[in-house]
């Protein structure tokens, strides 16, 4: 799978990963995930070393994983420490090792840096607006069978609103797009939406949108390579971590923050969002499953609008992080 960057990807969420091992695909190979008696999370190469088998049909046993297959253990950092056919005293060949990823968990995610080690590794991505202690949060999940790409942006696509989505968020006809004015660098990219009616009002400069978009948060913030935010209010946000699992199916773990502390009050809003955030992203998922090529990379006969302009930004920022490694 074309994964191109070296860099922290959300791969499940914490409260998923139990004490048994946890067997998954994503990033286009499959993965064990397990925890140490500290609490701590590891993930290794799900395939063993010695004849194949699966590690996570196995135990964890002394804060090794074990394979149910010969027992051979493996520790955290994926080095073979017991061989049971080899005897208590016997020697384990050098080498024998399962390959283990870089993990840290936060915000309620397992993280996993994948490319090149790396002396030191930045901290993984996300919004610093939610380490605020008054934000709630509730998390879904959904597949789409999908490249993550297309998936992406589809949620940067801000011209599609009035007509996908023009029964629900979309209501109102708002069809013109202006600007969209977007700022965009290596880590990420904004976009302030401003569609209106098409009424015949002239449309706003570029440099009016950018004077009106340095007045207020971006309607959207995308961070590489797969973290979504949308602004609905101050007190009201949605975050999506698109996980790639493989070429053609993505994962959203799809997280909305919101502000109500009674819980008579923010139980049924969570449960009336996520019902309505699922509604929203069907709409979206009729069309963006049908788009072809399936990888928005190699999709060099679309033909890119104004509108586009947030879609052009993702496709020039991944290029460049692409050839940059
Ligand atoms: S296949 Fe894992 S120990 Fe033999
Ligand atoms: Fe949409």
Redesign the pocket.
Known sequence: MRVPLDHWYPLLESRELGRRPLGLERLGRRFVFWRTADGRAHAHDERCPHLGAALSGGTVCDDRLVCPFHGFAFDSGGACRVLPASGRDGTIPQGLAVTSYPVCERHGFVWLWWGARRETVPEPPYFPEFDDAGWRSTTSRVDWPVHYTRAIE??L?VA??AI??RTT?GRGGQTRVHGPHVEADATGIKVWTTNTRDDGTPAPSREALAAEAAKRPPTLHFLFPGLWRLTISDSLKNVIAFVPINERLTRYYLRLYHRHRNPLVAKPFEWAMAVSNRF??D??RRVVVTQTPAVSLDATDDRLVAADRAIVAFRRQLRELLDAR
Do not use: A, G, P, S
């Open positions: 589809n949620q696509d599609h609103l996908v989505h968020i929203i992203l709409q979206d």
